[in-house]
């Protein structure tokens, strides 16, 4: 008798452990089997869109003082590119890259000349440990070619100033000012150099204005409207875009803008005043996906629970069943394009934005705006209200931490790209997180790490996504891949 139960009971714990081991395996092949098809590849293609950019020290768009020449900035495979485009042929001119991994913010010196014979664009240089002090190159192009004429090695901060259509000056390390003069043969020669006080030549040194601009903005009931002037006493004129727009500039009779129009990706895009003709100047896509579905959002105006009007967009799952119920991601930002939604839309998502028309205006309405939104979101029978998702990025992300504490039971989890601020786990009910940052700053590097620990240990499981050589904003379409992979990853298994 004993020796059988000792058999029967041997037999009894290897067919649980089998039974537990099938058990997993049929639940990961369910988990797989309800995986949208190839998101992975999905994620790939959104992420690999070249996204317009803005240099920190320079506007995203600089066209020339005519408009007929323009500077723009673009994602390359490993940092940001600077770009010039001829409008007389239509064609854009790749000039340099910076890497990201060495990205300062620091170009600084963008700016065309009188007349737009030339322009001037200064980057970091490349790192020299036997210089003692860090430099950046100053590059002179030609304004009808974008041909480079000439480079002049300078301090990372010195000063730089058009004279003429033909003459330049910029500081050296004594805060000096060097002269330089085209001469008829086409050659650059430092012609003087003038003292920053006392002999008051410095007058002379006068910056060259920037270019008028009579372009303004506004977000009408989720659509962007331009009021343009062609000139200070001109009658204005309207134009719509149908579409995200992020920055914009007017030059002569062209206003230049970076966003998508509201069924494609991001470019750069000039629109002629006099005609009202639009042109893609850059796109960040050409040809067609392969597995992704671009996902056209649906757009609002509601009251929200301040009494103002707000308007909203919203990208359903790029195949919705009937009677099916999907998570619901949810947030208030710029309406501009991010690859985020559409990569949550074809994760079997739906992506929801109450709109701002800018960065920071708007953003204290961002608890009220948010909640108003979900209240007439929560009403759609294909929305899963026990799988909703708060999305932050950058500064939102504080606002979205007092609003988890404010109602802790009503959400699953939280999105928060490059945050400021995350979530006190004493306060949230929260499940899952998604975080994705940078590593370059070293000590928010480690708060995130210590943070995803304390997560674990009172039951929240943070999905951690740690970009080596990335600052608060991605400048790179490998950067930028990797987290729309990481995104839907995260978005598939929860």
Known sequence: MN?????????????????AVLFVIGWRLCVIASQPAHWSAIATEIGSIPLPKEELNAQEVVPSNNGHGLIFFKETETGLGTYFWD??????????????????????????????????????????????????????????????????TALWDSRFTWLSSNSFAYTRYNQTWLVYEQKS???WVQTQVVNKFGDGRLNNLTPVSPHASYADLNLVNGQYVFTIKASANSEPAHFVWKG???????????LYFTGNPINGPPGVWQYNIKSGEVQCVDSGFEGHFQYAKMVTPISGTITNASGEQMSYHVWAPAHVSPGKKYPLIIGQTHYMWYSYEQVAANCDCFFAFADRPSWWDGLSHWTTDVTSLYAILAKNPNIDTNRVFLFATSA???????????????????????????????????????????TFDENDTKALIKYQDEAAKSGVAVRLGLQDGVQHITRSIASERERTRDFARFLVEN
């Open 3 to 19: 020796g059988s139960s000792k058999h029967d009971s041997r037999w009894t714990g290897i067919g649980l452990a089998a039974g």
């Open 87 to 152: 409008a007389a042929i239509g064609k854009s001119k790749f000039l340099f890259e910076q890497r990201e991994k060495w990205y300062a913010g620091d170009l600084g010196i963008v700016a065309w000349s009188p007349g737009d014979t030339f322009f001037a664009c200064a980057f970091k240089s490349d790192p020299d440990p036997g210089r003692q002090q860090p430099t950046r190159d100053i590059n002179i192009y030609d304004g009808n070619t974008g041909e480079a004429e000439m480079k002049i």
């Open 185 to 187: 043969k086409g050659n």
């Open 244 to 254: 995200t727009v992020e920055y914009y500039k007017q030059a002569g009779d062209y």
């Open 396 to 438: 939102e992300s504080s606002q979205l931490s007092g609003f988890v504490a404010e109602d802790p039971g009503l959400w699953k989890g939280v999105i928060l790209f490059d945050p400021v601020a995350e979530p006190d786990l004493s306060e949230a009910h929260l499940s899952k997180m998604f975080i994705a940052s940078g």
